[in-house]
Structure formats: structure tokens, C-alpha cells
């Protein structure tokens, strides 16, 4: 270290203490402060000691967070990559950006402040694994939950006081706080659970008959804070909300730099690649609708239209649909076709880890579609959760109809392979395997997202459903959804630097008109982009770079196979994939090479899969 970092760093007797340790112990030491500090985080992580605490969310809290952040920054600054071999000078570069994000999160974006569905989630995620995951026996867990129930009304005396706005002036989203009170019930129906799972073991097991008064006194209270902070979210929040949850061009920008892990990938670039892959894929979908109108639409005179040739297409293969009752059990047969497939392929080693598919807990319901929840890296054998959101009963026929036809037989099995193998659930199974905590515990959402939609289509390439056609150009259509997801993103929380925010109506015709999607999902998907800002970025994103990537360790292993054509074998697409045989390249290695690294950024993960071909 230089003499004026460890000047600096001498002027703190914990940072002193930390220069004379290894990097692992560094590292060993910084994960207990954490999530000492953090124990939904620790949860999550499967570090179960504090499972019965909540994190403090007073604003003493926040500036021990910031301190903590600061401090820690300074320590992983001032070590030199080159003192740490590649991993840990990968995981250092992982730290100084997650705590550069945990620093904007507390000082900048300041979201508890303005965004009462936040607090929903949090509450949620302090519950929910402690119940759903069997990671210890059930009287082990409820003493947490009790704990963690017994906390609860302090949480929400914290929502009380923080959900009043920034100090810059930022008010509650009013958008947010609706969500939230349609989602707040799902944090009594969790209380309910828990004690109910309480009830029905206490005649059998004298350890859980012991903690029963003490459940059902927390569960009690706990179901009151509820009741209070559902009082206070609509007479007192919603009253006095007024924001839309947009975080303009600025704001926008800065989480996007965080999110992505990337300073290059500002959103006007973003918007120029996503709308020129939006119409290379619109074509692609034109010529394959072409190719499939006789059989879908016998009969009829085939359009001049592009546009109603592919609607024309789509909208016949929409019919087939599952009935919502059915959803499930159609994921859990595809999914055993899909695994069938990928170990006749040998396209990648499969999971033995246990993964159940059930419908979303109600807390998590606000954006609708399907989701991934795995466990963490020291949970071994815990069970992931493909969680697929039901259609809400209040919802009108025709609603109901719309949101079906988009989640039709065909976008259902692709579904599945996004949300489980080899998507989501595979590709968290792997990282729980890698050595690195630092990797596990700080994932990456664009890596998580990207490789979902990267790996369709490699399954596509290699011939799954390759008899069918029409599940091809749904794919595309579930491609192109990626593609317009960053755009309406961009255009909604940063549109004053493109010509004016997006407007609804905006959104949804070029969801309908540009993407062929149903009305009712262009309606919920407006409504998600809203709540959410920049996820929805991360999966054109990361899918990109990890085509990028693939392309690159082709022409790299291409160049050294002595074949004649050598890296101009790899013929440059106006689409993801298709690249067909590649010299040298083995599409399993590939895949295993790029799972291996644990769920990291597509930055900070392309050198080290490149760093090991040969001739690297």
C-alpha cells in the first residue's frame, strides 16, 4: 500500500487493524459486519444466527449503514489489485461497486423514503424463507420467527417515520402506495401461516408446544402492526402522496450505471442498440410468420401487412392456452420434457438440488408473470421456488382471456426454461457453488436476467422444439419483450432526455403494435416499470453481453484450431445466436465455463472466461 492510503487508513483503529490481515480474513470480517448489519441479507445467505432480528431502519440506522460503507471502501481501495491473485482482485472490484451502491441507496436514491411497497417486500423477506425453507427443524425456526414477529411493530413505526418523502423533495409515489395496500395482506396470510404451522405441529412436538403462547402473543401483535400500518399507508400516506415513482434522467442514470455494474452503458446507448435489435427481430418474426401462415391461418389470404401477418400468427397460436388451474402442473410436465432434452443434447450438467413450482406468495404478486427464488449458498438441499403469479379473481372474463392468450402453451414452455432449466433455477444452482461469498451473497441481476434469455435461445439453437415452429416465433416475441423492456424502462424514468416521458398509451402501442403482445400484459407491464426502475433493463442487457462473450470465445478458439477459416468461421448475425459449429468450440464447456464464475456482473466476468482459453 502507498504511504498515503495507509496515512489515511491509520486515522481509524479498525481500518489499521484490517491492513495486517490476509485478503480472505479481510473479506471474513467485512461479510460478519455486514450482515451483522443486514440480517434479512444473512437470511437469505443461509447464516441463520440473527434470523430473529430485524435491521435497523431508523435514520440512526441509515448513517451507520453509510459509515459502514464508507469505511469499507476506504480498506478494499487501498489494496492493490496486484497484490490479490485474479479471483480476489475480481471479488475486491466486487466490493468497491457494491458499496458505492449501498452508499447511493442511503444517500441518493433513499427509497424507503418515497416507496411504501419497499417496506412491503422487506417485511415479507424477513418472514417468508424462515417458513417456506426447511433449514432447521421447525422449533429452531419459530423462536426466529417469533423474534422477527416480535420486531415487527417497530418496523412499522420506522415505515411511519421515514415514508414521508426526501429531503430534496421527492414525495411518496402515490402508484407505489396503492401497490402496496393491494400487497400488505400478503404480510398477514404469512403471520397466519406461521402460526398456523405452529398449531399443527405443537400435539406431536414438545419443542414447538413450548414456544406456542409465545407465537401466538407475537403472531397477535404482529398482525395488529399490520393492521395499523395499513391504517396509516391509506389515511395518512396516500393521502399526502403525490409522485408517480419515475426517478428522472438523472437519478435514473446513476441506478442504471449501479445496476448494470457497467459506467459504459448509459441509457441512450441502451435505447439505440434495444431499437435496432427490436427491428432485426421484427423481421426474423416476419419471415418465420410467412413460413407459418398456411398452417395456422388456412384459408385466409395471406397480408401485405407485415404487421397483421405476424398478429395473424400469433393470434391463432395464442388460442392454445392452459386454463389458469392447470398452470402449474403444464410447467412441472414441460419441465421434465426440457431436462429430457438437455441430457440427450449433453448441453449442460443438470441439478439434483429440489425445486418446487407453486404460485407466488401474495406480498410478491405486484408484478404479475413468473419468478425465481433460490436458496442461498450456505442453504445446501434447500428447496428454489418457481413461483408463477395466478390471475386475480377479480379480474374481468376478457381480462382474464387477454392475459392467457399471452401466456399461451407455447410462451409457457418458454417460460419455463427462462424461469428454471437452464435458466433462473440451474444457473443459481451453480452459483451456489462457487467458492467466492462475495459473488454469492452481491449477484448480479443483469448477469441472472441476461443468461435466462441468452440461454433460450441457445436452447432454441441446438433444436429444442425444432419441430414446431410456431414455438420459434414465440420465442422471438418473448425475445423482442426483453428488447422493448429496456426501452419503455429508459423512456419512462428517464424520457425528458429522449423527447418527453413515456405515456401510457405510449407504452402499451409499442408493446401491442411493436412487440404483438397482449393488452392485458402491456398494461401490467406499464405499471411494473413504473414500480420497478432499471431491472427491467437487465435482461436485453445481460443477454447481449453474454452473446458477445460466446461470440468472442468462438473467434478466440476458431483462431487457434488451425482451422483455415479461423476466427472468420464465426459469421457476425444481425440476431442473438445461430452461430452453428464452431472449430474448437464445445457449447457444454461453454455454458459450464460461464455458470462456474458465480452470478457476476458480464464486466467483471468476461476476462476471467477469456483468461482461460487456451492461448489466453
Avoid at 354 to 380: C, K, N, S, Y
Amino acid at each position: 500500500l502507498d504511504s498515503m492510503s495507509r496515512r489515511e487508513l491509520s486515522s481509524d483503529p479498525r481500518c489499521k487493524e484490517l491492513l495486517v490481515s490476509s485478503f480472505s480474513n479481510r473479506i471474513d470480517t467485512f461479510l460478519a459486519e455486514f450482515f451483522r448489519l443486514n440480517p434479512l441479507a444473512a437470511t437469505a445467505a443461509g447464516i441463520h444466527e440473527n434470523d430473529h432480528q430485524w435491521p435497523d431502519l431508523t435514520e440512526a440506522g441509515r448513517v451507520v449503514r453509510l459509515a459502514f460503507a464508507e469505511r469499507w471502501a476506504r480498506v478494499f481501495g487501498a489494496i492493490q489489485a496486484g497484490e490479490l491473485d485474479r479471483d480476489e482482485a475480481v471479488d475486491r472490484a466486487l466490493l468497491l461497486l457494491v458499496l458505492d451502491e449501498m452508499r447511493f441507496d442511503d444517500e441518493e436514491l433513499c427509497q424507503l423514503a418515497w416507496d411504501p411497497l419497499e417496506w412491503v417486500y422487506l417485511l415479507g423477506a424477513g418472514i417468508f424463507p424462515l417458513i417456506a425453507r426447511e433449514f432447521a427443524p421447525l422449533a429452531q425456526r419459530l423462536v426466529s420467527i417469533a423474534g422477527r414477529l416480535e420486531g415487527l411493530p417497530a418496523v412499522v413505526d420506522a415505515a411511519r417515520a421515514s415514508l414521508i418523502g426526501t429531503p430534496d423533495g421527492r414525495p411518496v409515489s402515490r402508484l407505489h402506495a396503492e401497490t402496496a395496500l393491494s400487497q400488505l395482506p400478503g404480510i398477514g396470510e404469512l403471520i397466519g401461516d406461521a402460526l398456523g404451522e405452529a398449531e399443527a405441529a405443537a400435539p406431536n412436538d414438545p419443542a414447538v408446544a413450548a414456544l406456542l403462547d409465545r407465537v401466538r402473543t407475537a403472531a397477535g401483535n404482529a398482525t395488529d402492526a399490520v393492521a395499523q400500518a395499513e391504517g396509516f399507508l391509506r389515511d395518512e400516506v396516500l393521502a399526502r402522496s403525490t409522485g408517480e415513482g419515475r426517478l428522472g434522467p438523472g437519478l435514473f442514470t446513476a441506478k442504471l450505471r449501479r445496476t448494470l455494474r457497467d459506467a459504459e452503458l448509459t441509457p441512450a446507448r441502451i435505447l439505440d442498440r434495444a431499437a435496432r435489435e427490436a427491428d432485426a427481430v421484427r423481421t426474423e418474426m416476419v419471415r418465420l410468420a410467412g413460413d407459418a401462415w398456411p398452417a395456422w391461418c388456412p384459408g385466409q389470404a395471406l397480408p401485405s401487412d407485415d404487421r397483421e401477418l405476424v398478429r395473424g400468427v400469433l393470434d391463432a397460436i395464442a388460442a392454445e392456452h392452459p386454463a389458469p388451474a392447470e398452470l402449474l402442473d403444464f410447467c412441472r410436465e414441460e419441465l421434465l420434457r426440457i431436462e429430457d432434452f438437455c441430457r440427450s443434447k449433453d448441453l449442460v450438467g443438470l441439478s439434483e438440488e429440489p425445486l418446487e413450482i407453486r404460485w407466488t406468495p401474495v406480498f410478491l404478486r405486484a408484478f404479475g408473470g413468473a419468478m425465481l427464488d433460490w436458496p442461498g449458498p450456505l442453504d445446501r438441499g434447500q428447496k428454489s421456488f418457481f413461483a408463477i403469479t395466478p390471475i386475480p379473481a377479480d379480474w374481468p372474463p376478457e381480462q382474464a382471456e387477454s392475459y392467457l392468450r399471452e401466456d399461451n402453451n407455447r410462451m409457457v414452455r418458454v417460460l419455463t426454461i427462462h424461469e428454471a432449466v437452464p435458466g433462473h433455477y440451474l444457473q443459481g444452482s451453480y452459483a451456489n457453488r462457487c467458492p467466492s461469498l462475495v459473488r454469492a451473497v452481491f449477484s448480479s441481476g443483469v448477469f441472472a436476467e441476461g443468461w435466462a434469455v441468452y440461454v433460450t435461445q441457445v436452447m432454441m439453437d441446438v433444436g429444442y422444439g425444432a419441430d414446431d415452429p410456431a414455438l420459434m416465433l414465440t420465442h422471438w416475441k418473448f425475445y423482442l419483450r426483453a428488447v422493448l423492456n429496456a426501452i419503455i424502462d429508459v423512456r419512462i424514468h428517464a424520457g425528458e432526455s429522449f423527447g418527453g416521458p413515456m405515456t401510457e398509451d405510449q407504452a402499451v402501442r409499442l408493446m401491442v403494435d411493436g412487440g404483438f403482445q397482449e393488452e392485458a400484459e402491456a398494461r401490467n407491464k406499464y405499471n411494473r416499470a413504473r414500480l420497478s426502475s432499471t431491472q427491467l433493463s437487465t435482461y436485453f442487457v445481460g443477454s447481449a453481453a453474454l452473446w458477445e462473450l460466446e461470440r468472442d470465445v468462438r473467434r478466440r478458439l476458431a483462431a487457434v484450431s488451425g482451422a483455415p477459416a479461423g476466427a472468420g468461421a464465426v459469421v457476425k448475425r444481425t440476431i442473438p445466436g445461430g452461430f452453428g459449429a464452431t472449430p474448437g468450440f464445445n457449447q457444454r464447456r461453454h455454458l459450464e465455463a460461464t455458470l462456474g464464475h458465480g452470478t457476476l456482473a458480464p464486466m467483471l466476468l468476461r476476462d476471467l472466461v477469456l483468461g482461460d482459453l487456451p492461448g489466453a
